[in-house]
């Protein structure tokens, strides 16, 4: 059974910074691209990064410079560091893992960025 489990989300002031966490069982982790998306109320959930299989990184436009995404295969972990948070960071993240083939994901752990 595939799991993705997120953790490190909460509640921080803008200008502050957050690490999320996930951490894969029931895959090889080191053939899967891992990536971050987010969801905010009201919005389409949207790819924030991805690290591939391969190492290389991409990010979408709005969280380049602040946010980067890192993943340990001997942990089977993918890590989102995100500074400085902005209010528009707020949203539930969930972690993502694909192959070209299978796709799966995380429950979701919510990010609230106050201003």
């Known amino acids: 059974q595939v799991q993705l489990v997120e953790s490190g989300g909460g509640l921080v002031q803008s200008g502050g910074s957050l690490r999320l966490s996930c951490t894969a069982s029931?895959?090889?982790?080191?053939?899967?691209?891992m990536g971050w998306y987010r969801q905010a109320p009201g919005k389409q959930r949207e790819l924030v990064a991805r690290?591939?299989?391969?190492?290389?990184?991409d990010y979408t436009d709005s969280v380049k410079g602040r946010f980067t995404i890192s993943r340990d295969n001997t942990k089977n972990t993918v890590y989102l560091q995100m500074n400085p948070l902005k209010p528009e960071d707020t949203a539930v993240y969930y972690c993502?893992?694909?192959?070209?083939?299978?796709?799966?994901w995380g429950q979701g752990t919510q990010v609230t960025v106050s201003s």
């Open positions: 690290r591939t299989s391969s190492g290389s990184s």
């Open positions: 993502n893992a694909r192959n070209g083939i299978q796709n799966y």
């Open positions: 029931g895959i090889i982790f080191r053939f899967y691209d």
